[in-house]
């Protein structure tokens, strides 16, 4: 089991920051891979990126350049850096922890809003 707490949303205006964090608890190896995913209004929810533990990465083409992923191992964090944020960013984003990078893990935080908005 992993239990995912998210913090960092909330409002900024086009071309702001906002940086995001998600602390696990709970089973190490089933928090290999954290990572986050966001979903907006009347829309399927998406990747935005995911690390392993060992530091790889996978990162959504949409955000490549805007946004960053780390983390921090012996917190079991997970960091969203998000710069020249858009509108089209707007969604709730939810953090997300399992095994395999290539794979949508099996827990989830409760989600934390972004409103980009001027």
């Known amino acids: 089991q992993v239990q995912l707490v998210e913090s960092g949303g909330g409002l900024v205006q086009p071309g702001g920051s906002l940086r995001l964090s998600c602390a696990a608890s709970?089973?190490?190896?089933?928090?290999?891979?954290m990572g986050w995913y966001r979903q907006a209004p009347e829309k399927q929810r998406e990747l935005v990126a995911r690390i392993t533990r060992g530091g790889s990465t996978d990162t959504a083409d949409s955000v490549k350049g805007r946004f960053t992923i780390s983390r921090d191992n012996a917190k079991n964090t997970v960091y969203l850096q998000m710069n020249s944020l858009k509108p089209e960013d707007t969604a709730v984003y939810y953090c997300?922890?399992?095994?395999?990078?290539?794979?949508?893990?099996?827990?989830w935080g409760k989600g934390t809003p972004v409103t980009v908005s001027s």
């Open positions: 997300n922890a399992g095994v395999l990078l290539q794979q949508i893990g099996a827990y």
């Open positions: 709970g089973s190490i190896l089933s928090s290999n891979v």
